[in-house]
């Protein structure tokens, strides 16, 4: 990824966390991870003063409280918050989800391989496709 800020992982599944963190670990990106397990969670960290902002959102669809969508909403509503760049990885196949995602402003719809090879290629390629896209300032 670009630059060392943290990378922020919305993710309510255990499982999908440590294959996260696995694959992250098995490519050698080195931004430290900052971990969700909700909307209203990872809405709180943004919001709070001191916290770095991530460089790149990782987002599932289906949670808890505040799932994807209600999150991708109030961040693409902030002015701040609103350039970080957010990456859904879902299970969901669902043409509506794809859609409606993408009318929210997301910057990609990755479905989550099952096998753990395709897994951390597609953490390869958004690892590629971040490290090489430039950003705003001050992101």
Not at 21 to 50: C, F, I, M
Not at 72 to 94: E, H, Q
Request: charged share 25%; aromatic share 6%.
């Amino acid at each position: 990824m670009q630059s060392s800020k943290p990378i922020l992982l919305v993710e309510d599944d255990d499982v999908d966390v440590m294959t996260v963190k696995r694959a992250l670990a098995d490519l050698r990106v080195g931004n430290p991870l900052v971990h969700s397990t909700n909307g209203e969670e990872a809405l709180a960290y943004l919001q709070q003063q001191g916290n770095h902002k991530p460089c790149l959102i990782l987002l599932d669809l289906n949670m808890p409280k505040m799932n994807g969508v209600e999150f991708l909403k109030v961040i693409k509503a902030d002015k701040v918050l609103k350039t970080i760049p957010v990456v859904v990885l879902t299970t969901s196949k669902s043409e509506r989800d794809v859609t409606e995602i993408f009318e929210n402003g997301v910057a990609g719809y990755v479905v989550k391989p099952a096998d753990y090879k395709k897994f951390v290629e597609a953490i390869r390629t958004i690892n590629l496709y971040w490290s090489l896209s430039e950003l705003p300032s001050g992101e």
